[in-house]
């Protein structure tokens, strides 16, 4: 079994726009889900994309590094989340002097990879559970 994490800190989209987006390709197969970003019309779209493609591609570099055979087309995408980056604050001048405060809210997304588990660990799970 091959799994491959992703992350992008500090990317300057809002965390609840990007979890609109996260949520569209939880679950589904990693091609498939390329295919879905792609032509997604959210701006966040795009460099969860980006995010989708590095961890397809540093799957393939573990299977590389670990002598394990990956077809690309069994990764699925396992887990995907947004998490609330660091706020950048800034001020905009307003009537009769006063400053209004604008909040620039950062994200930071991780996607995990992997590849179903194989036909020889199922029978054990079967097993544990048949024991209780």
Not at 43 to 63: C, H, M, T
Not at 90 to 100: E, N, W
Request: cysteine-free; proline content about 5%; charged content about 30%.
């Amino acid at each position: 079994m091959v799994e491959s994490i992703a992350r992008v800190r500090h990317i300057r989209v809002t965390p609840q726009k990007a979890r609109r987006v996260v949520a569209l390709i939880k679950g589904k197969q990693a091609e498939e889900a390329l295919a879905i970003l792609k032509f997604a019309p959210q701006g966040a779209s795009e460099p969860i994309y980006k995010l989708v493609a590095s961890a397809i591609a540093n799957a393939r570099v573990k299977a590389d590094k670990d002598s394990e055979f990956l077809d690309e087309q069994d990764l699925y995408v396992q887990n995907a989340y947004v998490d609330e980056g660091t706020t950048l604050k800034r001020f905009r001048p307003r009537a009769q002097g006063r400053a209004f405060q604008i909040k620039k809210r950062t994200s930071h997304i991780t996607v995990v990879l992997s590849t179903p588990a194989t036909a020889d660990s199922a029978p054990a799970a079967k097993t544990k559970k048949a024991s209780k």
